[in-house]
């Protein structure tokens, strides 16, 4: 017995996402209680692979003496956290899937969508997904498991075949 053969008509999409993926899923409930999946898309972090060349000069003019962009006799070098630009970095991403899922939702139409990603970028998410349409969101760090280990997850499982 093939997929389709095992098929409901139920169509849904499932979007598993962190601060370095997000993947879009169609899902289909099967007749043996599980849950059939295909990926559809998927959206790389960009910018995690950016450096600071993209950024003005940050010294401060300390970084030797007589130097003339030197901003005065006090000043020291000044730097920036390697966590704020990964914050930075995560934040834009978060953004860019709220973008993503807008496009995404234009496809999928009326059908169900739902989201699950790691509590701390659920939170960053919230604030970059139009309310409009917007999928449900689910807690659940899941981007590092392939689609065979997705479609017997439990907590998967269940959040798809809700009704």
């Not at 059939?36 to 030797?64: I, K, M, W």
């Amino acid at each position: 017995m093939n997929l389709q053969q095992r098929t409901l008509s139920s169509l849904s999409y499932l979007v598993i996402a962190d601060a370095r993926r997000a993947q879009l899923l169609a899902c289909q409930r099967l007749n043996t209680a599980g849950i059939g999946l295909r990926a559809v898309r998927t959206l790389e972090n960009a910018h995690e692979a950016e450096h600071e060349h993209h950024r003005p000069s940050l010294g401060g003019g300390g970084e030797r003496q007589g130097s003339p962009t030197r901003g005065s006799a006090h000043a020291g070098p000044h730097s920036i956290a390697q966590g704020h630009t990964a914050e930075e970095e995560t934040e834009r991403f978060a953004r860019e899937i709220g973008r993503w899922l807008e496009r995404a939702q234009g496809e999928v139409g009326t059908a169900r969508l739902v989201l699950f990603a790691p509590p701390r970028f659920l939170g960053l998410l919230r604030k970059h997904i139009s309310t409009h349409g917007a999928p449900e969101l689910r807690e659940g760090d899941f981007a590092r498991l392939d689609l065979n280990q997705l479609t017997v997850h439990p907590t998967v499982v269940a959040a798809m075949t809700e009704l």
